[in-house]
């Protein structure tokens, strides 16, 4: 089938072929009619079977470039001339490929579950075991962590003869001795588990530095960025993600662990041709694996599936809510499966309480809940300041020797606080846990309970500062874990406060629900309720976030105390500024990303925000040749021009992209016959002419583009370019263009809106700057897409 046609009168009588009367097949001396095949030599560089999706009206595509927004119009009706395609076949095959085609989806959901519950595990164990090896080794097998190592015995505390220490191993004689060793290989390890991390992240594979959840919801919202979701950054950011956990950095591996598993949601898909070929499909699957990533993080199938509706999923269709449900839960089991911790968790911090709540702890919690509220608020804003300074800064050009320093820093730091020196897993799920089976570093000893009580308080504090200065590094890295842990200290040092006024204090008034016999207060649930506040405090999550929570205590009855405390946070924190941490992220670094939670309310209409006519560069429909267009493409860097009928009457025709534009006719050059001065017309009207080769754009065009009149209310236009994903819409009034509004001409005119003080030329000049140019530090990548 042709791309596109080049046209020229028969011979005999005046009758010209339009694009939808071409003859299927004519020889090229029958009647003087000349047709070029380009046919495809890359499926990846455009669509194929141009007529069936220029009968939807919006023309054929190349692939999209890297930085640019994907046409979610084209990508649906490219989608359903396939499945008009495929209910055409008859027969016992054409039934066969129907149902395949049907399966397709879930084979890949499949895969990507199975595969990201794998990586998850490999992950954890691999972890785990670096992190145990900056204080020891296994003599009997070195590749086994400490838990592993120490299987057999009863209790953590108990000594362990097959552990041996870095001390023991270098026979410390003396306690200074014992001290000093241990502390120096702390600090080397710490530090050589970080640099490398860093080292491999700036050589290999630029992308996968940070969490990668602001990227991965710029993505699912229609934005291109190649190599962020390709192999090396699969590669590279499983390695580093593992070394990163092991180090003493203030950062987590659950954010990383959703970007690996869009990382799978990617590479897997491609063996099918409907998801290679049509990102708004892909997308899709993108939206289940982020729901794995849920899933195998916190083990939360089900708070997964709600995380990619609520939090990073712009389209999400009834039949992806499925795929994703089924996608989470086939993740879990894989997990299950491999069981990385032998104790039939899925995660390490997974506990279960089985003592109540009473109606006077409410107030503590919703204290706690202000305390999350104003560290996600006070977090936000402090992290971004610095991520703002590094970015601007000669600091942007030694990222590995800041990540040397600050892994110094804080290991030097943390070795001396026990609650800082654990990893953020053993710590959380030791906070967690009741006062059974064991004392974790006096946290049970409610005789002498306020030397950990302040050791918590400091832990939070440090914890707090180090987290905002280390999340931003170039390495791998997540914010959620590090600020759970952050709440979960805080919200034990709470716990151990009330236990101790309740124990000193058992007649107090306050105190009257509690039985006269047995523990009244659970310092872990004071753990487990304060590392709710801290996430939803810095991401702003809800339901989600419950349900995540509820999933990783099993038990019904904290579901009331977990909701209150995470609405009480989302309140307090959205009275500074309602964006979470990835939001922040995504307006730092400048991605065209329409947040469908905003809403706007101001009386503007679509004529006031508009591109003018008379600032635009526009095409007639007739009137142009090879040459001239390719002088116009020269000229500007417009990403499109709109059509119009001709420049006197100004009647809208369709619209035609800069991509499309170029390809087109870098094709037509190539074709014998074709001169520059070879006319061109982008209308169906073509004129008679006598032997001339002429040049159909038509199929190239996007015939039916979305219009609205000068009168349209902006509210309106906002909510068309959420709904359904536009890159752009034509103004007119009866016809006629008055003008163009782009995705960057909404997003300026939003930031106008809610920051009167910002000059416009300055948001001018941010929103032309491609986000690329953001990337600087990541030249170099030659990452695979």
């Known amino acids: 089938m042709d791309d596109f046609t080049f046209k020229r009168k028969r011979s005999v009588g005046n009758r010209l072929f339009s694009r939808t009367d071409t003859p299927k097949k004519r020889s090229n001396l029958e009647g003087g009619y000349v047709s070029t095949s380009l046919r495809k030599h890359n499926d990846e560089e455009f669509d194929g079977d141009v007529t069936e999706w220029t009968m939807e009206g919006t023309g054929s595509r190349v692939a999209y470039d890297d930085f640019t927004t994907i046409d979610w119009i084209h990508d649906f009706a490219k989608e359903r001339a396939r499945q008009k395609r495929l209910h055409q076949q008859k027969g016992i095959r054409g039934r066969l490929n129907i149902l395949f085609d049907a399966m397709e989806g879930w084979i890949v959901v499949l895969v990507v579950g199975i595969a990201s519950g794998i990586l998850a595990g490999i992950i954890d164990i691999t972890s785990d075991w670096l992190s145990d090896l900056k204080e020891g080794y296994c003599e009997t097998a070195f590749y086994l962590n400490r838990r592993f190592c120490c299987l057999g015995y009863d209790d953590e505390q108990d000594e362990c003869r097959e552990w041996i220490t870095w001390n023991s191993a270098l026979q410390a004689r003396s306690v200074a001795a014992e001290f000093w060793t241990n502390y120096l290989f702390y600090i080397i ?24 959840i602001p990227e991965i919801k710029t993505i699912l919202g229609g934005f291109v960025i190649r190599k962020f979701l390709g192999w090396w950054t699969l590669v590279i950011k499983g390695i580093g993600v593992c070394l990163v956990a092991a180090s003493s950095l203030c950062l987590g591996k659950e954010g990383p662990l959703v970007h690996l598993a869009c990382c799978c949601g ?28 849920i899933s195998v993080a916190f083990g939360a199938p089900i708070g997964g599936v709600l995380f990619s509706l609520e939090e990073v999923s712009y389209y999400f269709p009834f039949r992806t809510m499925w795929r994703s449900f089924f996608c ?30 009473h109606a006077f702890e409410l107030f503590f919690f919703a204290l706690l809940g202000v305390m999350g509220g104003l560290y ?36 030097i730091v943390s070795y001396l606080n026990i609650f800082m020196r654990v990893n953020p897993s053993e710590l959380v799920a ?40 280390t999340f931003g590094l170039k390495v791998p890295a997540g914010v959620w874990l590090p600020s759970m842990a952050i709440g979960a200290c805080f919200g034990r040092a709470v716990g151990l406060t009330v236990h101790a006024w309740h124990m000193y204090n058992p007649n107090f008034w306050l105190f009257a629900s509690c039985a006269p016999e047995g523990r009244c207060i659970t310092p872990g649930m004071y753990a487990m309720v304060g590392a709710a506040a801290t996430f939803g405090g810095i991401s702003r999550m809800t339901v989600s976030l419950v349900v995540i929570m509820f999933e990783l205590t099993g038990a019904l009855t904290y579901v009331l105390p977990i909701m209150i405390t995470v609405m009480i946070s989302k309140w307090v924190g959205d009275a500074f500024d309602k964006e979470g941490i990835s939001d922040g992220w995504i307006r730092m670094s400048e991605y065209p990303f329409l947040d469908t939670k905003e809403e706007y309310v101001y009386n503007t209409l679509a ?54 534009l170029r390809y087109a006719i870098d094709k037509a050059k190539k074709k014998p016959g074709i001169l520059l001065s070879s006319p061109c017309y982008f209308s169906g009207n073509l004129p008679i002419l006598d032997d001339s080769i002429f040049i159909d754009f038509k199929p190239w065009m996007d015939q039916t583009p979305i219009t609205v009149s000068h009168k349209f209310p902006m509210e309106m236009v906002i909510e068309l370019f959420k709904k359904m994903g536009l890159r752009y819409t034509l103004v007119t009034k009866k016809g006629q263009l008055l003008g163009l509004i782009t995705k960057k001409d909404v997003l300026r005119h939003l930031s106008i809106m809610y920051d009167p003080n910002s000059s416009e030329d300055d948001l001018q000049e941010n929103l032309m700057m491609l986000p690329e140019r953001r990337m600087s530090s990541f030249v170099g990548d030659f990452g695979i897409d």
């Open 189 to 212: 390890f710490s530090t050589l588990f970080a640099t490398t991390a860093a080292y491999l992240v700036k050589t290999y594979s630029p992308y996968s530095a940070g969490s990668g």
């Open 266 to 293: 990617n590479i897997i898909p491609r063996i099918f041709p409907k998801f290679r070929y049509n990102e708004a499909k892909k997308r899709e699957v993108l939206s289940a694996a982020a729901a794995a990533g």
């Open 328 to 357: 989470a839960m086939v993740a879990a089991v894989s997990l299950a499966f491999m069981n990385p911790f032998r104790t039939g968790k899925l995660v390490l911090f997974q506990v279960v309480y089985d003592r109540d709540w």
């Open 376 to 411: 996600g608020a006070l977090f936000i804003r402090m992290n971004l300041k610095i991520a703002a300074f590094r970015q601007d800064s000669w600091l942007r050009f030694f990222s590995v020797h800041e990540v040397v320093f600050m892994s110094v820093l804080t290991s």
């Open 430 to 469: 030791n906070l967690f846990r009741e006062c059974v089976g064991g004392d974790y570093h006096n946290l049970c000893n409610h005789v002498n309970h306020w030397k950990p009580t302040l050791l918590l308080l400091i832990a939070s504090i440090l914890k707090f500062f180090f987290t905002a200065i």
């Open 607 to 660: 004529s006031q925000v508009m591109t003018r006519v008379d600032d635009l560069i526009v095409i007639t429909a007739t009137g142009h040749t090879l040459d001239s267009l390719e002088k116009l493409l020269n000229s500007v860097d417009y990403k499109g021009f709109p059509v119009v009928h001709n420049a006197k009457d100004m009647l809208l025709t369709g619209y035609i992209s800069r991509s499309e």
